[in-house]
């Protein structure tokens, strides 16, 4: 199993330009996650889903979409991308009830300027 | 305020040395995760309690719901344990769909 894949690694965006962070886990979880990094701060949720076609906002999700039509796959949509959306991204899944573990992706660093 | 508050921020020690990261919370929780983030960046779940002691090789951690409190400990520690460790709530009463409410992270570094 390939776990929580992103892509892509690193992005430079110009303000006001759009882009998808993809996500994809191959492990069959319900819940999935976005969460957002930024240097000396702890990791905070933008959004989160609890199975195919249900997606509800987390603490950050202002400047953020998300969709999520099938089981694997959750992509983060940034419109009109601001400086204050450079940040690391990471995606998350976890199988609710049956495992505690989050299983994290990669992550995707991203600057905006 | 933050929901979660770790201490030290940074912890430089010497190989072998017994290594405590605490962490404190100001909200009622369902569970308590250990994470270890590598230098590489990649974040992996070391630990879920919602109560007593797990251990798990050499890293031990403890929660006193009472005192809203959680502790880390590392045994032995080598250079390889280098790594920020973080500690992160579940809100409420559980449910899992909320996700995690994070601390800052303690920067851990161990010298040989």
């Known amino acids: 199993n390939a776990g929580v894949t992103q892509t892509p690694k690193f992005r430079i965006l110009k303000i006001g330009q759009s882009m998808t962070l993809q996500c994809t886990q191959d492990?069959?979880?319900?819940?999935m996650y976005w969460y957002r990094q930024d240097p000396g701060m702890g990791l905070k949720l933008i959004y989160y889903?609890?199975?195919?076609?249900?997606?509800d906002k987390g603490e950050v999700p202002n400047g953020y979409n998300v969709s999520r039509s099938t089981t694997e796959d959750f992509p983060l949509r940034l419109e009109l991308a601001a400086p204050s959306q450079t940040s690391v991204y990471f995606c998350?899944?976890?199988?609710?009830?049956?495992?505690?573990?989050?299983?994290f992706g990669p992550g995707t660093r991203l600057t905006v300027t | 305020k933050n929901e979660v508050e770790q201490s030290p921020q940074n912890l430089t020690a010497q190989e072998g040395e017994f290594i405590t990261i605490n962490c404190s919370y100001s909200?009622?929780?369902?569970?308590l995760h250990w994470l270890q983030q590598h230098p590489g960046g990649g974040i992996v779940s070391l630990f879920m309690?919602?109560?007593g002691k797990k251990k798990h090789g050499r890293l031990i951690a403890t929660i006193n719901i009472q005192e809203k409190h959680s502790s880390l400990h590392i045994t032995a520690s080598h250079p390889r344990d280098s790594a920020v460790y973080i500690c992160?709530?579940?809100?409420?009463?559980?449910?899992?769909?909320?996700?995690?409410?994070f601390g800052k992270g303690t920067h851990l570094i161990i010298q040989p």
């Open positions: 889903s609890v199975g195919a076609g249900i997606t």
């Open positions: 492990m069959n979880h319900n819940y």
């Open positions: 909200v009622g929780i369902s569970a």
């Open positions: 998350a899944s976890r199988r609710w009830p049956s495992s505690y573990e989050q299983y």
């Open positions: 992160a709530v579940e809100k409420g009463s559980g449910g899992g769909a909320d996700g995690l409410t």
């Open positions: 309690l919602s109560s």
